[in-house]
């Protein structure tokens, strides 16, 4: 481009370098546009990966520095994609429809085992209670038994243990054969 | 009687280079032969051989990966890289092109 040495130019060359200097303006305003549009399309994938790479590791370091995060902790509250967290055991609480206790969703499997009769305990519990809404175990009769309407949804247990009919329902209670 | 609008009188042909009127017409005459966009052409092919134009994009992006790409505008990177752009041209391009040029200026009889 035109520098001091205007003077000992011929106007030829001081012309020539007027529009060499035209021409690389031209091409350097070329060459940002072509790289601002680059960026802003996010057409660059180096710069992508950066960027992300970038807050990854703000977010680790903020997740590392903050003094409420154990190890354990997190392993336990995790997550999920919708940014919630779930507690290891579900905590809903809930009547269990065959003693009418309060039970806790997260417990309410192994109470069902006990309460309707997967253990001794619960096969004694069966006879010796008198609270409505419990089955009756015949002695030893081929008796087919069948749960009241309100424990329809789980499966039966008989004392001789030949599977019954499962979520059958009869407004009576149970049924014996004589 | 002088006219105001009167032109420099043909022998101070020095002054003469300067004169924005005069580069006004040859600029037009250079772009109306074609012979613009072939120097551009030649220029752009160039600058790319070199790797010129590879460091130039290599300056945008750093300036972009450091202001966040929301920001930038054309107007920054202009700035960015003008500066390095013009005074990193390799001698023998600029002295090919300011060749081509003279040799336009002596034909178009300037």
């Known amino acids: 481009m035109s520098g001091p040495n205007d003077d000992n130019m011929s106007p030829h060359t001081q012309l020539s370098s007027h529009f060499f200097g035209d021409l690389l303006d031209s091409i350097i305003v070329d060459v940002a546009s072509e790289c601002h549009r680059i960026a802003k399309l996010g057409l660059d994938r180096n710069l992508e990966e950066e960027e992300e790479e970038l807050r990854l590791s703000t ?8 003094p409420s995060n154990s ?14 967290t779930h507690p290891p055991v579900a905590n ?29 305990k ?6 010796r ?18 749960s009241p309407y309100s ?19 009869y407004s009576n209670g149970t049924l014996e054969e004589p | ?9 043909p022998d101070a042909a020095e002054d003469l280079g300067k004169e924005p009127m005069f580069q006004e017409i040859i600029n037009i005459k250079l772009i109306e032969s074609g012979e613009k966009e072939r120097l551009m052409e030649l220029l752009r092919e160039r600058l790319i051989e070199c790797g010129w134009k590879d460091e130039m994009k290599a300056l945008c992006r750093a300036f972009i990966k450091k202001k966040g790409r929301n920001d930038v505008t054309v107007d920054d990177l202009v700035r960015v890289i003008t500066p390095k752009g ?13 060749q081509r040029i003279r040799a336009y200026l002596v034909q178009a009889a300037v």
């Open chain 1, 129 to 146: 209670s008198s609270t409505a809404a419990q089955n009756r175990y015949s002695r030893g009769s081929p008796v087919s038994t069948y």
């Open chain 2, 1 to 9: 009687r002088n006219s105001v609008n009167r032109p420099p009188t």
């Open chain 2, 86 to 98: 013009r005074a990193s041209i390799p001698d023998y391009i600029k002295a090919e092109l300011l």
């Open chain 1, 122 to 127: 619960a096969r004694l519990k069966a006879t």
């Open chain 1, 59 to 66: 977010q680790a370091r903020v997740r590392a520095a903050d």
């Open chain 1, 92 to 120: 809903e609480i809930f009547e269990c429809m065959n003693c009418g206790r309060s039970i806790m969703a997260g417990r309410f499997a192994p109470h069902l085992e006990k309460c309707m009769g997967k253990g001794r």
């Open chain 1, 151 to 169: 424990n329809s949804s789980s499966t039966n247990r008989l004392s001789n243990g030949t599977p019954g009919v499962a979520g059958e329902e």
């Open chain 1, 71 to 84: 190890g354990e902790a997190n392993s336990k509250y995790v997550v999920d994609i919708f940014g919630q």
